[in-house]
């Protein structure tokens, strides 16, 4: 197989909207509506958001608002990968701030871990 042809006929989608089981696009919005907290853009930092909000208080009553369609921008395109690394790498954080590298790592972990003290 030719390494540059293999990937002729793939399609630029994120493998979660390719998969036949995902979840039908709800109505656009209409008219008004009322909630304790509306978030705006259903990309990773909305979804956390609102996921957060709920669980952090259920009874919230928590709106999330997408122009588009939930994850198919940025957040779709990386294919859902998520990084600890505040300094978009080791190598680049170790370059810039040497010092400073081990809290930037250690901060940056504490992200990905919701209920994580920040304190160390």
């Known amino acids: 197989m030719d390494p ?3 990937g002729a006929d793939a399609e630029p989608r ?3 909207l390719d998969d036949p089981a995902r979840p039908d696009p709800l109505p ?3 008219g008004r509506e009322r909630c ?6 259903g990309g990773f930092s909305g979804l956390w ?3 957060i909000a709920k669980e952090r208080e259920p ?3 928590v709106v999330l608002l997408e122009g588009a369609r939930v994850a198919w921008a940025a957040s779709g395109r990386n294919g859902g990968f998520c ?3 505040p300094t978009h790498g080791l190598g680049n954080g ?3 701030w040497p010092s400073e590298i081990e809290e930037l790592e250690r901060l940056g972990a504490a992200n990905l871990t919701v209920h994580a003290p920040l304190a160390g």
Request: cysteine-free; hydrophobic content about 45%; proline content about 7%.
């Open 14 to 16: 994120p493998y979660w």
């Open 94 to 96: 170790l370059g810039r």
């Open 36 to 41: 304790s907290l509306a978030v705006v853009g």
């Open 83 to 85: 990084s600890a690394s």
């Open 59 to 61: 009874d919230r009553d």
């Open 4 to 6: 540059l042809t293999a």
């Open 49 to 51: 958001t609102a996921l």
């Open 28 to 30: 656009p919005l209409r």
